[in-house]
Nanobody, 119 residues
Framework: QLQLVESGGGLVQPGGSLRLSCAASRSISSISAMGWYRQTPGKQRELVATITRGGKTNYADSVKGRFTISRDNAKNTVYLQMNSLKPEDTAVYYC?????????????WGQGTQVTVSS
């Protein structure tokens, strides 16, 4: 079993920055991929950024050049540095981990952290 706990959300003005953290309950070094997703009311959860075990990253077009995902295996933590925030970045942000198992893979999710970008 794997538990993910997000932190770092809050209220920030447009153009500001936030860093989200996702702390895992066990080692993440063997986890295939981890990432951040976000969701607003009435919309589907959407991918923000992912990072593989090997460090390969992938970003949604809407956040490229502004957000950076990273992982610290020693701290069992994944980060999302968000710069130049826009009101449209307002959402609940969820941490995700994809764990490979014999029969496929299992998705784990955190409880989410609210990010509000407003003046």
């Amino acid at each position: 079993q794997l538990q993910l706990v997000e932190s770092g959300g809050g209220l920030v003005q447009p153009g500001g920055s936030l860093r989200l953290s996702c702390a895992a309950s066990r080692s993440i070094s063997s986890i295939s991929a981890m990432g951040w997703y976000r969701q607003t009311p009435g919309k589907q959860r959407e991918l923000v950024a992912t990072i593989t075990r090997g460090g390969k990253t992938n970003y949604a077009d809407s956040v490229k050049g502004r957000f950076t995902i990273s992982r610290d295996n020693a701290k069992n933590t994944v980060y999302l540095q968000m710069n130049s925030l826009k009101p449209e970045d307002t959402a609940v942000y969820y941490c995700n981990a994809v764990v490979s198992v014999i029969i496929g893979s299992i998705d784990y999710w955190g409880q989410g952290t609210q990010v509000t970008v407003s003046s």
